[in-house]
Protein backbone atom coordinates (compact mmCIF):
# COMPACT_ATOMS: atom_id res chain seq x y z
CA UNK A 1 0.00 0.00 0.00
CA UNK A 2 1.20 4.06 -0.62
CA UNK A 3 0.39 6.83 -1.01
CA UNK A 4 -1.27 9.70 1.24
CA UNK A 5 -3.90 9.94 3.49
CA UNK A 6 -5.15 13.09 5.28
CA UNK A 7 -6.99 12.76 8.97
CA UNK A 8 -8.42 15.64 10.01
CA UNK A 9 -8.55 16.17 13.81
CA UNK A 10 -6.09 14.82 16.07
CA UNK A 11 -7.85 14.06 18.93
CA UNK A 12 -8.75 10.66 20.12
CA UNK A 13 -10.49 9.30 16.31
CA UNK A 14 -7.95 10.79 14.45
CA UNK A 15 -4.92 9.40 16.43
CA UNK A 16 -6.36 5.99 16.46
CA UNK A 17 -7.10 6.56 12.78
CA UNK A 18 -3.93 7.23 12.02
CA UNK A 19 -2.20 4.39 13.52
CA UNK A 20 -3.92 2.22 11.31
CA UNK A 21 -3.31 3.63 8.06
CA UNK A 22 0.49 3.90 9.39
CA UNK A 23 0.20 0.28 10.19
CA UNK A 24 -1.33 -0.55 7.19
CA UNK A 25 1.97 0.84 5.03
CA UNK A 26 0.54 3.90 4.02
CA UNK A 27 3.26 6.02 3.01
CA UNK A 28 2.67 9.51 3.90
CA UNK A 29 -0.09 9.89 7.04
CA UNK A 30 -0.33 13.74 8.20
CA UNK A 31 -2.62 14.65 10.89
CA UNK A 32 -4.12 18.19 11.05
CA UNK A 33 -5.67 20.19 13.66
CA UNK A 34 -6.37 23.56 14.45
CA UNK A 35 -5.09 23.37 17.59
CA UNK A 36 -1.44 23.66 19.13
CA UNK A 37 -1.02 20.71 20.56
CA UNK A 38 0.49 20.59 24.48
CA UNK A 39 3.33 18.83 24.74
CA UNK A 40 2.19 16.86 28.16
CA UNK A 41 -0.93 15.79 29.29
CA UNK A 42 -2.61 19.27 29.99
CA UNK A 43 -6.01 20.86 28.28
CA UNK A 44 -6.63 21.95 25.34
CA UNK A 45 -9.55 24.51 23.84
CA UNK A 46 -10.47 22.45 21.52
CA UNK A 47 -11.87 19.48 23.87
CA UNK A 48 -14.44 21.28 26.26
CA UNK A 49 -15.81 18.29 27.39
CA UNK A 50 -11.96 16.96 28.41
CA UNK A 51 -12.25 18.78 31.78
CA UNK A 52 -15.33 16.21 32.86
CA UNK A 53 -14.76 12.86 34.01
CA UNK A 54 -13.92 10.14 30.84
CA UNK A 55 -14.19 6.09 31.65
CA UNK A 56 -12.21 4.10 29.77
CA UNK A 57 -14.19 0.54 29.48
CA UNK A 58 -12.62 -2.83 29.03
CA UNK A 59 -13.99 -2.99 25.56
CA UNK A 60 -12.48 0.20 24.59
CA UNK A 61 -9.44 -0.39 25.83
CA UNK A 62 -8.76 -3.85 24.11
CA UNK A 63 -9.43 -2.21 20.70
CA UNK A 64 -6.72 0.52 21.91
CA UNK A 65 -4.41 -1.97 22.63
CA UNK A 66 -4.86 -3.75 19.39
CA UNK A 67 -4.92 -0.37 17.12
CA UNK A 68 -1.26 0.78 18.38
CA UNK A 69 1.58 -2.07 17.89
CA UNK A 70 4.26 -2.44 20.09
CA UNK A 71 3.06 -0.56 23.25
CA UNK A 72 1.16 -1.50 25.70
CA UNK A 73 -1.14 1.25 26.40
CA UNK A 74 -2.39 -0.08 30.00
CA UNK A 75 0.76 -0.26 31.15
CA UNK A 76 1.53 3.03 29.99
CA UNK A 77 -1.39 4.64 31.74
CA UNK A 78 -1.27 3.01 34.92
CA UNK A 79 2.46 3.68 35.68
CA UNK A 80 1.70 7.45 34.50
CA UNK A 81 -0.87 7.86 37.32
CA UNK A 82 -3.94 6.14 36.08
CA UNK A 83 -6.27 4.17 38.01
CA UNK A 84 -7.72 0.73 37.74
CA UNK A 85 -11.50 -0.21 38.79
CA UNK A 86 -13.02 -3.17 39.07
CA UNK A 87 -16.70 -3.29 38.46
CA UNK A 88 -17.50 -5.45 40.68
CA UNK A 89 -15.81 -4.92 43.86
CA UNK A 90 -14.09 -1.28 42.68
CA UNK A 91 -17.12 1.29 43.23
CA UNK A 92 -19.51 2.50 44.59
CA UNK A 93 -22.62 2.56 42.12
CA UNK A 94 -26.24 3.95 43.58
CA UNK A 95 -28.33 2.87 40.59
CA UNK A 96 -31.87 4.20 39.54
CA UNK A 97 -33.04 0.34 41.41
CA UNK A 98 -30.62 0.51 44.53
CA UNK A 99 -27.24 0.26 45.45
CA UNK A 100 -25.25 -2.16 43.96
CA UNK A 101 -23.14 -5.02 45.74
CA UNK A 102 -19.48 -5.16 46.05
CA UNK A 103 -18.52 -8.50 45.25
CA UNK A 104 -15.24 -10.41 45.92
CA UNK A 105 -14.28 -12.19 42.20
CA UNK A 106 -13.16 -10.12 39.87
CA UNK A 107 -14.90 -8.78 36.83
CA UNK A 108 -14.34 -6.32 33.94
CA UNK A 109 -12.13 -3.31 34.72
CA UNK A 110 -11.97 0.22 33.65
CA UNK A 111 -9.25 2.83 33.67
CA UNK A 112 -9.78 6.31 34.98
CA UNK A 113 -7.62 9.04 34.54
CA UNK A 114 -7.83 12.52 33.13
CA UNK A 115 -8.88 12.93 29.71
CA UNK A 116 -5.73 14.95 28.88
CA UNK A 117 -3.42 11.71 30.23
CA UNK A 118 -5.41 9.66 28.19
CA UNK A 119 -5.18 11.58 24.53
CA UNK A 120 -1.52 12.62 25.95
CA UNK A 121 -0.84 9.18 26.23
CA UNK A 122 -1.89 7.66 23.18
CA UNK A 123 -0.68 10.34 20.90
CA UNK A 124 3.15 9.68 22.30
CA UNK A 125 2.37 6.45 21.78
CA UNK A 126 1.42 6.59 18.16
CA UNK A 127 4.18 8.94 17.40
CA UNK A 128 6.80 6.79 18.88
CA UNK A 129 5.52 3.44 16.97
CA UNK A 130 3.99 4.47 14.07
CA UNK A 131 4.77 7.29 10.72
CA UNK A 132 2.43 9.91 11.57
CA UNK A 133 3.01 13.84 11.03
CA UNK A 134 1.12 16.38 12.96
CA UNK A 135 0.09 19.25 11.47
CA UNK A 136 -1.58 23.12 12.57
CA UNK A 137 -3.66 23.82 10.16
CA UNK A 138 -7.81 24.58 9.57
CA UNK A 139 -9.47 22.58 7.45
CA UNK A 140 -12.10 24.48 5.44
CA UNK A 141 -13.35 21.82 2.99
CA UNK A 142 -13.03 18.79 1.13
CA UNK A 143 -11.43 19.14 -2.64
CA UNK A 144 -12.35 17.34 -5.45
CA UNK A 145 -16.02 16.15 -6.51
CA UNK A 146 -19.27 13.98 -6.00
CA UNK A 147 -17.72 10.70 -6.69
CA UNK A 148 -14.48 11.39 -5.15
CA UNK A 149 -12.50 13.24 -2.62
CA UNK A 150 -9.17 14.29 -3.49
CA UNK A 151 -7.66 16.02 -0.29
CA UNK A 152 -8.79 19.20 1.87
CA UNK A 153 -8.59 23.05 1.41
CA UNK A 154 -6.66 24.74 4.55
CA UNK A 155 -7.07 27.92 5.65
CA UNK A 156 -3.33 29.93 5.07
CA UNK A 157 -2.31 33.88 5.75
CA UNK A 158 -1.23 34.07 1.97
CA UNK A 159 -4.41 32.33 0.70
CA UNK A 160 -6.30 29.12 0.68
CA UNK A 161 -3.96 25.92 -0.30
CA UNK A 162 -5.13 22.66 -1.20
CA UNK A 163 -3.52 19.34 0.44
CA UNK A 164 -3.67 16.46 -2.15
CA UNK A 165 -4.77 12.97 -0.52
CA UNK A 166 -5.84 9.66 -1.21
CA UNK A 167 -7.83 9.44 1.81
CA UNK A 168 -9.40 12.12 3.45
CA UNK A 169 -10.36 10.54 7.18
CA UNK A 170 -12.71 13.25 9.10
CA UNK A 171 -12.25 12.95 13.14
CA UNK A 172 -12.98 16.38 13.85
CA UNK A 173 -15.37 15.55 16.70
CA UNK A 174 -18.18 17.61 17.87
CA UNK A 175 -17.46 20.42 15.58
CA UNK A 176 -17.29 18.60 12.73
CA UNK A 177 -18.12 20.53 9.47
CA UNK A 178 -18.76 16.91 7.28
CA UNK A 179 -22.48 17.87 6.38
CA UNK A 180 -21.34 21.13 4.91
CA UNK A 181 -18.37 19.88 3.57
CA UNK A 182 -20.29 17.06 1.63
CA UNK A 183 -22.73 19.89 -0.10
CA UNK A 184 -19.40 21.73 -1.46
CA UNK A 185 -19.52 18.47 -3.33
CA UNK A 186 -22.52 18.38 -4.64
CA UNK A 187 -23.83 15.77 -1.90
CA UNK A 188 -26.75 16.65 0.09
CA UNK A 189 -30.15 15.17 1.49
CA UNK A 190 -27.81 14.06 5.10
CA UNK A 191 -30.06 12.78 7.83
CA UNK A 192 -29.92 14.47 11.40
CA UNK A 193 -30.83 13.55 14.45
CA UNK A 194 -30.01 15.47 17.63
CA UNK A 195 -31.37 14.25 21.34
CA UNK A 196 -30.96 17.13 23.38
CA UNK A 197 -31.51 16.61 27.59
CA UNK A 198 -30.04 20.02 27.92
CA UNK A 199 -27.36 17.86 30.59
CA UNK A 200 -24.80 20.25 32.06
CA UNK A 201 -21.81 19.18 33.45
CA UNK A 202 -20.25 20.84 36.45
CA UNK A 203 -16.84 19.24 37.43
CA UNK A 204 -14.36 20.49 40.03
CA UNK A 205 -10.57 18.78 41.06
CA UNK A 206 -9.46 18.21 44.67
CA UNK A 207 -6.57 16.77 46.37
CA UNK A 208 -7.21 13.15 47.59
CA UNK A 209 -7.50 13.55 51.54
CA UNK A 210 -5.17 11.93 53.53
CA UNK A 211 -6.34 8.22 54.32
CA UNK A 212 -8.29 8.38 51.59
CA UNK A 213 -6.10 6.95 48.97
CA UNK A 214 -7.81 3.74 47.90
CA UNK A 215 -11.28 4.93 48.53
CA UNK A 216 -13.54 3.41 45.92
CA UNK A 217 -15.29 5.32 42.53
CA UNK A 218 -17.89 7.00 43.78
CA UNK A 219 -20.98 7.33 41.66
CA UNK A 220 -24.75 8.10 42.03
CA UNK A 221 -26.45 8.00 39.13
CA UNK A 222 -29.22 9.94 37.59
CA UNK A 223 -32.69 8.15 37.25
CA UNK A 224 -34.59 8.68 34.13
CA UNK A 225 -38.03 7.11 35.38
CA UNK A 226 -39.26 9.69 37.73
CA UNK A 227 -40.45 11.99 35.46
CA UNK A 228 -38.20 14.55 36.95
CA UNK A 229 -34.62 16.24 35.87
CA UNK A 230 -31.09 14.37 36.00
CA UNK A 231 -28.92 14.71 38.39
CA UNK A 232 -26.07 12.79 39.13
CA UNK A 233 -22.18 12.92 40.85
CA UNK A 234 -19.19 11.10 41.03
CA UNK A 235 -15.94 11.07 42.40
CA UNK A 236 -13.36 9.52 40.11
CA UNK A 237 -9.72 8.69 41.25
CA UNK A 238 -7.35 10.21 38.55
CA UNK A 239 -3.39 10.65 38.39
CA UNK A 240 -1.66 13.23 40.53
CA UNK A 241 -3.83 11.43 43.86
CA UNK A 242 -6.37 13.85 42.44
CA UNK A 243 -10.36 13.30 42.72
CA UNK A 244 -12.33 14.35 39.76
CA UNK A 245 -15.57 15.62 40.75
CA UNK A 246 -18.47 15.71 38.01
CA UNK A 247 -21.99 16.80 38.41
CA UNK A 248 -24.17 16.27 35.73
CA UNK A 249 -28.14 17.67 35.50
CA UNK A 250 -30.50 17.77 32.37
CA UNK A 251 -32.61 20.54 31.68
CA UNK A 252 -34.47 21.89 35.17
CA UNK A 253 -31.65 20.14 37.15
CA UNK A 254 -28.61 21.75 36.22
CA UNK A 255 -25.29 22.13 38.21
CA UNK A 256 -23.96 25.46 39.32
CA UNK A 257 -20.98 26.72 39.07
CA UNK A 258 -20.32 28.42 42.16
CA UNK A 259 -18.51 26.61 45.21
CA UNK A 260 -21.37 26.72 47.46
CA UNK A 261 -24.04 25.62 45.04
CA UNK A 262 -21.69 23.01 43.61
CA UNK A 263 -21.81 21.22 47.43
CA UNK A 264 -25.36 21.90 48.18
CA UNK A 265 -25.92 20.32 44.46
CA UNK A 266 -23.92 17.18 45.28
CA UNK A 267 -25.57 16.90 49.14
CA UNK A 268 -29.11 17.18 47.28
CA UNK A 269 -28.88 13.78 45.87
CA UNK A 270 -30.66 10.58 46.29
CA UNK A 271 -27.61 9.69 48.74
CA UNK A 272 -25.86 12.78 49.93
CA UNK A 273 -22.24 10.41 49.82
CA UNK A 274 -20.51 12.72 47.05
CA UNK A 275 -20.97 15.64 48.91
CA UNK A 276 -19.80 13.89 51.97
CA UNK A 277 -16.87 13.21 50.56
CA UNK A 278 -15.71 16.28 49.12
CA UNK A 279 -17.07 18.67 51.78
CA UNK A 280 -13.53 17.51 54.25
CA UNK A 281 -11.30 17.83 50.78
CA UNK A 282 -9.36 20.65 49.38
CA UNK A 283 -10.51 21.40 45.76
CA UNK A 284 -7.94 22.44 43.74
CA UNK A 285 -9.66 24.33 41.11
CA UNK A 286 -12.25 26.16 39.75
CA UNK A 287 -15.64 24.25 38.61
CA UNK A 288 -15.78 24.05 34.73
CA UNK A 289 -19.19 24.15 33.36
CA UNK A 290 -19.83 22.05 29.52
CA UNK A 291 -22.93 22.42 27.48
CA UNK A 292 -21.31 20.64 24.90
CA UNK A 293 -23.52 17.12 25.92
CA UNK A 294 -26.37 16.31 23.17
CA UNK A 295 -26.92 13.30 21.14
CA UNK A 296 -25.99 13.80 17.63
CA UNK A 297 -26.16 11.47 15.07
CA UNK A 298 -25.16 11.64 11.19
CA UNK A 299 -26.77 8.92 9.26
CA UNK A 300 -24.46 9.19 6.47
CA UNK A 301 -24.45 5.38 6.34
CA UNK A 302 -27.73 5.43 4.32
CA UNK A 303 -26.88 8.53 2.06
CA UNK A 304 -27.94 8.07 -1.63
CA UNK A 305 -24.50 8.96 -2.56
CA UNK A 306 -20.86 8.50 -1.37
CA UNK A 307 -17.37 9.81 -2.38
CA UNK A 308 -14.44 7.29 -2.72
CA UNK A 309 -11.93 8.58 -0.92
CA UNK A 310 -13.30 10.10 2.04
CA UNK A 311 -14.14 8.64 5.66
CA UNK A 312 -15.99 9.98 9.14
CA UNK A 313 -14.67 8.68 11.78
CA UNK A 314 -15.46 9.08 16.23
CA UNK A 315 -17.65 12.24 17.06
CA UNK A 316 -17.86 13.39 13.76
CA UNK A 317 -19.97 10.35 12.90
CA UNK A 318 -21.79 10.20 15.95
CA UNK A 319 -21.61 11.90 19.54
CA UNK A 320 -22.93 11.00 22.73
CA UNK A 321 -24.37 12.36 26.59
CA UNK A 322 -20.98 11.66 28.16
CA UNK A 323 -22.31 10.65 30.95
CA UNK A 324 -23.21 6.61 29.19
CA UNK A 325 -18.88 6.85 29.39
CA UNK A 326 -19.12 5.29 25.32
CA UNK A 327 -17.48 7.93 22.92
CA UNK A 328 -13.76 6.80 23.55
CA UNK A 329 -14.52 3.50 23.47
CA UNK A 330 -17.03 3.72 20.40
CA UNK A 331 -13.82 5.80 18.49
CA UNK A 332 -11.76 2.95 18.66
CA UNK A 333 -14.59 0.34 17.54
CA UNK A 334 -14.49 2.79 14.48
CA UNK A 335 -10.99 2.99 13.70
CA UNK A 336 -10.93 -0.75 13.59
CA UNK A 337 -13.62 -1.45 11.17
CA UNK A 338 -11.07 1.27 9.41
CA UNK A 339 -7.97 -1.41 9.75
CA UNK A 340 -10.60 -4.43 8.58
CA UNK A 341 -11.70 -2.90 5.31
CA UNK A 342 -8.05 -1.40 4.80
CA UNK A 343 -6.55 -5.18 4.77
CA UNK A 344 -8.51 -6.50 3.03
CA UNK A 345 -8.95 -4.09 0.23
CA UNK A 346 -5.18 -3.91 -0.28
CA UNK A 347 -5.32 0.09 -1.33
CA UNK A 348 -6.32 3.42 -0.35
CA UNK A 349 -8.27 3.51 -4.06
CA UNK A 350 -9.99 0.36 -3.82
CA UNK A 351 -13.93 1.10 -5.31
CA UNK A 352 -16.08 1.05 -2.45
CA UNK A 353 -13.68 1.30 0.33
CA UNK A 354 -14.66 4.75 1.48
CA UNK A 355 -18.26 3.27 1.76
CA UNK A 356 -17.74 0.13 3.27
CA UNK A 357 -16.00 2.05 6.32
CA UNK A 358 -18.86 4.08 7.15
CA UNK A 359 -21.27 1.82 7.16
CA UNK A 360 -19.06 -0.36 9.22
CA UNK A 361 -18.45 2.59 11.65
CA UNK A 362 -21.89 3.23 11.60
CA UNK A 363 -22.86 -0.26 12.99
CA UNK A 364 -20.37 -0.27 16.13
CA UNK A 365 -22.31 2.85 16.84
CA UNK A 366 -26.01 1.41 16.94
CA UNK A 367 -25.68 0.03 20.66
CA UNK A 368 -24.53 3.06 22.17
CA UNK A 369 -26.74 5.31 20.50
CA UNK A 370 -29.50 3.18 21.34
CA UNK A 371 -28.82 2.87 24.73
CA UNK A 372 -28.03 7.36 25.01
CA UNK A 373 -30.86 8.40 23.25
CA UNK A 374 -33.57 5.85 24.99
CA UNK A 375 -32.40 6.88 28.75
CA UNK A 376 -31.99 10.47 27.64
CA UNK A 377 -35.86 10.79 25.96
CA UNK A 378 -37.30 9.89 29.27
CA UNK A 379 -36.03 13.14 30.89
CA UNK A 380 -38.46 15.82 30.92
CA UNK A 381 -37.68 18.76 28.37
CA UNK A 382 -35.64 16.87 25.99
CA UNK A 383 -35.61 18.22 22.37
CA UNK A 384 -35.62 15.72 19.41
CA UNK A 385 -36.54 12.84 21.30
CA UNK A 386 -39.42 10.32 19.80
CA UNK A 387 -41.97 9.14 22.41
CA UNK A 388 -41.00 5.59 23.32
CA UNK A 389 -43.20 2.86 22.05
CA UNK A 390 -44.72 -0.56 22.73
CA UNK A 391 -41.12 -2.38 22.00
CA UNK A 392 -39.10 0.50 23.84
CA UNK A 393 -41.63 0.65 26.79
CA UNK A 394 -40.78 -3.46 27.19
CA UNK A 395 -37.29 -3.32 26.47
CA UNK A 396 -37.00 -0.62 28.92
CA UNK A 397 -39.54 -2.59 31.54
CA UNK A 398 -37.06 -5.52 30.95
CA UNK A 399 -33.77 -3.69 31.45
CA UNK A 400 -35.02 -1.93 34.98
CA UNK A 401 -35.51 -5.51 36.05
CA UNK A 402 -32.12 -6.76 35.27
CA UNK A 403 -30.98 -3.96 36.86
CA UNK A 404 -33.10 -4.57 39.96
CA UNK A 405 -31.55 -8.13 39.88
CA UNK A 406 -28.53 -6.59 39.99
CA UNK A 407 -28.80 -4.98 42.85
CA UNK A 408 -28.32 -8.76 44.84
CA UNK A 409 -27.70 -11.47 41.75
CA UNK A 410 -24.14 -11.42 40.86
CA UNK A 411 -25.72 -13.32 37.39
CA UNK A 412 -27.51 -10.40 36.80
CA UNK A 413 -24.93 -7.64 37.46
CA UNK A 414 -22.39 -9.77 35.25
CA UNK A 415 -24.64 -9.33 32.65
CA UNK A 416 -25.12 -5.53 33.04
CA UNK A 417 -20.94 -5.21 33.86
CA UNK A 418 -20.31 -6.87 30.52
CA UNK A 419 -22.69 -4.57 28.79
CA UNK A 420 -21.20 -1.45 30.17
CA UNK A 421 -18.08 -2.20 29.88
CA UNK A 422 -18.80 -2.33 26.24
CA UNK A 423 -17.27 -6.08 25.96
CA UNK A 424 -20.56 -7.53 24.92
CA UNK A 425 -23.78 -6.12 22.69
CA UNK A 426 -26.96 -5.49 24.98
CA UNK A 427 -28.22 -8.43 23.47
CA UNK A 428 -25.98 -9.87 26.13
CA UNK A 429 -28.96 -8.86 28.64
CA UNK A 430 -31.12 -11.39 27.00
CA UNK A 431 -29.04 -14.64 27.37
CA UNK A 432 -30.42 -17.39 29.42
CA UNK A 433 -28.54 -16.70 32.51
CA UNK A 434 -29.40 -12.89 32.34
CA UNK A 435 -33.27 -13.75 31.69
CA UNK A 436 -33.32 -16.16 34.40
CA UNK A 437 -31.45 -14.25 36.72
CA UNK A 438 -34.43 -11.27 35.89
CA UNK A 439 -37.10 -13.33 36.41
CA UNK A 440 -35.83 -14.10 39.92
CA UNK A 441 -34.90 -11.56 40.81
CA UNK A 442 -32.60 -10.03 43.62
CA UNK A 443 -31.89 -13.33 46.39
CA UNK A 444 -30.74 -10.63 48.40
CA UNK A 445 -32.40 -7.64 50.55
CA UNK A 446 -32.11 -4.12 48.97
CA UNK A 447 -28.66 -2.23 50.56
CA UNK A 448 -30.12 0.51 52.27
CA UNK A 449 -26.36 2.31 52.56
CA UNK A 450 -23.41 2.11 50.51
CA UNK A 451 -21.77 -0.87 50.99
CA UNK A 452 -18.83 0.37 52.61
CA UNK A 453 -16.07 -1.44 54.78
CA UNK A 454 -15.55 -0.34 58.37
CA UNK A 455 -12.31 1.62 56.69
CA UNK A 456 -14.19 3.28 53.86
CA UNK A 457 -17.05 3.78 56.50
CA UNK A 458 -14.23 5.29 59.11
CA UNK A 459 -13.03 7.96 56.06
CA UNK A 460 -16.51 8.99 55.09
CA UNK A 461 -16.79 9.97 58.72
CA UNK A 462 -13.82 11.80 59.04
CA UNK A 463 -14.19 13.40 55.78
CA UNK A 464 -17.86 14.83 56.23
CA UNK A 465 -17.86 18.04 57.57
CA UNK A 466 -21.55 18.39 56.48
CA UNK A 467 -22.84 17.47 60.18
CA UNK A 468 -24.94 14.58 58.70
Known sequence: MSRRAVVVGAGLAGTLAAAVLSTAGVDEVIVLDRDE???????????????????????????????????????????????????????????????????????????????????????????????????????????????????????????????????????????????????????????????????????????????????????????????????????????????????????????????????RYTLALPDPIVGRLISGAEPLTDIHLSRSTSNVRRYLEKAPRWPEGFVVLGDALATFNPAYGQGMSVAAFGAQVLGRELERAGSLAAPGLARRVVRGAARSVDAAWSMAVGQDALYPGVRGGRRPGVADRAVTAYTRRVMKAATGSYAAASAIWDVTSMRTPPARLFRPDAVLAALAGSPLPRLTEPPLTPDEREVLRSLDRTGR
Open 37 to 263: LPEGPEHRRGLPQGRHAHLLMAGGLAAMEELVPGVSLRKRLLAAGAHEISLSSGMLARTPEGWLRRWRREGPAMLTCTRALLDWTVREAVREHCAVEVRKATVLGLTGSAGRARGVRIAAPGGDTDLDADLVVDASGRGTRVVTWLDGLGLSGVREQAVDSGLVNASRVYRVPEGAERFPLTIVQANPYVGRPARSAMVMPVEGDRWLVSCGGSRGGEPPADPEGFL
